[in-house]
């Protein structure tokens, strides 16, 4: 009974390796030589001139959003295209009306102005 669940504690056991060996021997190996330029804030390369808590625009929002949504789309193309003999011409008709309600979705947007920054 037990032993059905050894693959799973080897697993977890795995997992928790692959997570925790790299961090103990960081800490083992590298140098801890830490200076003012190592312990400063980084922010895009500048010091930091407003408070770290300040809201962001809701277009950032936005289009971080409409990026992983068509992101995410494009990734259902990869599956279909490796099945595509087998799925003949209707697999085909339905990725195209996918890829058509997709396609009115971007223009949608654009037309919207939602890809403008401003």
Do not use: H
Not at 57 to 79: G, M, Q, T
Not at 87 to 103: D, R
């Amino acid at each position: 009974m037990l032993s059905n669940y050894f693959p799973i504690l080897l697993f977890i056991a795995v997992g928790l390796a692959i997570g925790v060996i790299p961090i103990v021997l960081g800490k083992i190996v590298a140098p801890n030589r830490p200076d003012s330029e190592k312990n400063s804030p980084y922010e895009c390369g500048f010091e930091a001139f407003e408070d770290a808590r300040m809201k962001f625009d809701v277009r950032y929002y936005l289009i971080a959003i409409l990026f992983i949504l068509f992101d995410l789309e494009i990734a259902f193309l990869f599956p279909w295209a490796v099945v595509i003999q087998q799925i003949g011409l209707p697999g085909f008709i339905a990725m195209m009306v996918f890829l058509g309600i997709l396609v009115a979705g971007f223009i949608y947007e654009w037309a919207k102005g939602a890809l403008e920054w401003e």
